[in-house]
């Protein structure tokens, strides 16, 4: 082993340092929440609080964003499940309302707008 | 056409060390993996042996007949892989010469190895992001630089100590070197 050989191992590791951070950063990207009711399909930045009334087959599903999570808060259900299933705001996570046809997840763009899809790989 | 013998020799050392590339392709290929792009890199060799002696037309062709060596014995030779192989050769190859010729007696093959897995890494990180999977694909650079700092690490110690013992070796790169 000689002195560029260490010089080039650290830089090696610097790299690799790099890379973890670069990996990590940013990959949520932006939030959203993705309902579907009716037929209907609406994008919620969970950024920006609000609430949406939404109409099904049995009546009024309320879904409510706030601090950065959604939640049902009312529904004309019989069972509430929905509103039972409490807040959700990580990728993936969803809450549906089976009687009133309501889903709700949440989804994560990434911050350039491309995505890996099906059509990929 | 008539050939000369030292042309002839010449061919015959280089396609040697192709088919080295080859057999030690085929070698690694049996070795499983435990990811799927962790890769030994004992193709390699013949390439990091050869930066000593031979000249850059000749590396050309060893790092050719590797990259077509690989394609067919890992059947990537037909898809976008095989473009990820060549792109991240040609560039260890590139790096490893300007760092051997450049660092002279400052640099062992170590470092040497080292440095043409830190490329390879590099560039076939940048392919993946750019133009096939997109930034998701940014997850795996920690795992290639990583595992490639690993097994540049051997190759090299191993071609160090290969080039300190081997007759072999020694008798070819005085065969070449009086063509």
């Not at chain 2, 790092?63 to 890992?74: A, D, E, I, M, Y």
């Not at chain 2, 040609?90 to 440095?115: D, E, F, P, Q």
């Amino acid at each position: 082993m000689r002195l560029l050989d260490y010089l080039i191992f650290l830089l090696f590791l610097a790299f690799i340092v790099g890379s973890i951070f670069w990996s990590s950063g940013g990959k949520d990207g932006v939030l959203r929440a993705e309902i579907e009711a009716s037929g209907e399909l609406y994008l919620l930045p969970l950024a920006q609080d609000g609430e949406l009334a939404l109409e099904g087959p049995v009546g009024e599903t309320h879904v409510e964003i706030s601090d950065g999570t959604a939640r049902i808060t009312h529904s004309d259900c019989r069972d509430k499940i929905c509103i039972a299933m409490g807040s959700i705001q990580e990728p993936s996570q969803w809450i549906a309302c089976l009687p009133n046809r309501v889903f709700v997840r949440i989804v994560a763009e990434s911050p350039t707008g491309d995505e890996v899809d099906a059509g990929v790989f | 056409m008539p050939v000369s013998s030292d042309h002839k020799d010449r061919l015959e050392i280089v396609s040697f060390l192709g088919a080295l590339c080859l057999f030690l392709s085929a070698v690694e290929y049996l070795i499983p993996k435990p990811l799927p792009f962790f890769r030994l890199g004992l193709a390699n060799l013949p390439l990091l042996l050869g930066l000593r002696f031979l000249r850059p037309t000749d590396l050309l062709l060893v790092l050719l007949l590797k990259v077509l060596g690989q394609g067919l014995v890992n059947g990537t030779l037909a898809s976008y892989v095989f473009l990820f192989s060549l792109a991240g050769s040609a560039a260890s190859l590139a790096t490893m010469s300007a760092v051997y010729r450049l660092g002279k007696t400052k640099v062992s093959l170590v470092g040497v190895s080292l440095s043409g897995a830190l490329a390879s890494s590099v560039v076939q990180v940048s392919l993946a992001v750019t133009f096939v999977f997109g930034p998701t694909a940014r997850l795996i650079a920690p795992l290639s630089l990583g595992s490639g700092l690993a097994t540049g690490l051997v190759i090299g110690l191993f071609a160090v100590r290969f080039v300190k013992v081997s007759r072999w070796l020694e008798a070819l790169e005085v065969r070449y070197r009086g063509l």
